[in-house]
Every structure is written in C-alpha cells, then in structure tokens.
C-alpha cells in the first residue's frame, strides 16, 4: 500500500532531511506501507534534492516535482499545482507544508515594503491557498487525510529571533490559523496539526 504525500519545500535543510526521510521508507517497507513523494516549490531549488533521492536512496519511488511560485497572488496557481499533484498520484494522503521564507534579519521599523509582502506570502497567504486546495479536493473526493504545518519556535514565542520580526508575525498567523480550523476541519477522516 503507498502512502502518497505532497510536501512544500524551499530546498532548506530541514525540508531536505524530512524528504529523504519519506523516500527511505520506500526501501524500509515499514509495515507494508510505501511513501509516494511530490515535491512542491520552485523547480531549480527542488531538483537537487530529487537528485539526491535518486541517487542515494536504493528502491525508492521516484520523487515527482511540481513547480509553483510561492508568491503568487492567484489562488488558482495553487489549486492546479495541488490538482497536478493528486492526478500523478491518483489521490493525496497528507500534504506536509515546509517552505517557510525568513527574509532579512533587521529591525521591524526597517523592512521595505516589498520584503515584508514577500515575506507575507510565502509564510501566510500561500500556505492558506495550499490549505483551502489540500482540504477542499480531500473533501470533494471523499478521502480524508492529514494536513500538516510545520513551525518554528518563533510562531508561539516572542523575541527570540530578534530581527525576525515579520517573519515571526507571518508564522504566528499560520500558527493561529492551524489552532482556529483544527475544530472545523479535523472531522471524520480530515485531520489538521502544527508540528514543531
């Protein structure tokens, strides 16, 4: 049985281990259960890591990637991406939101306006686009599955990344919008969490 998961990724560390994690799966055959892996985010940032996959991970499935801007303002543009996604898989088991942007650590009365809507978008309206997408098509389809967004201590806590400061505020947004639709959407077979 595959456990097929679509999972955002700006190419980072963190994204990167929890990727090849997902793929070694494949090879462990833990209680039968295949891992199915599609990739979302910028194309050029992703490949490496799919590459790495390919290489070093012996048996593993091969990890699909689907391109999106994170900051695009079209709601649409991810509601094709998350249909692309559960068209080469057939369905969605879990979506994995990872891409996270810090941007430049400074004071708060000092980020320009194009850096904070960047800022804004990447960590609060894309992840809310992906949401609806993700929640919507498991619905529709009758699925259910798990919705997950990772976070950073800098969502629930204040001034521990000082400099961080529209980052964190975005965060914490995601942060409170996990805790607000938990209820709502956690239902049935639908479940909601913020992993830390």
């Not at 679509?6 to 891992?35: C, E, F, P, W």
Request: proline share 2%; charged share 20%.
């Amino acid at each position: 049985m595959a456990t097929k998961v679509l999972m955002t990724s700006n190419g980072d560390k963190v994204s990167r281990n929890i990727a090849i994690q997902l793929a070694k799966h494949v090879t462990s055959k833990v209680n039968g259960i295949y891992i199915r892996l599609v990739l979302l985010g910028d194309e050029a940032s992703l490949r490496s890591i799919v590459d790495h996959i390919r290489v070093s991970v012996d048996g593993a499935f091969p990890v699909l990637l689907i391109g999106v801007d994170m900051e695009d303002d079209s709601e649409e543009a991810f509601y094709v991406a998350v249909q692309k996604a559960w068209t080469c898989l057939g369905s969605l088991d879990a979506f994995i939101n990872c891409y996270t942007y810090q941007g430049k650590m400074q004071d708060i009365l000092q980020v320009p306006e194009g850096e904070f809507k960047k800022i804004t978008k990447i960590n609060l309206t894309a992840p809310w686009y992906l949401l609806k997408a993700v929640a919507s098509t498991m619905k529709e389809h009758g699925t259910g599955g798990s919705i997950v967004f990772l976070a950073t201590i800098a969502s629930g806590e204040r001034g521990l990344y000082p400099g961080a400061y529209a980052y964190a505020t975005a965060a914490a947004g995601i942060h409170q919008l996990v805790r607000e639709l938990q209820f709502q959407l956690s239902s049935g077979s639908l479940s909601l969490k913020l992993k830390y």
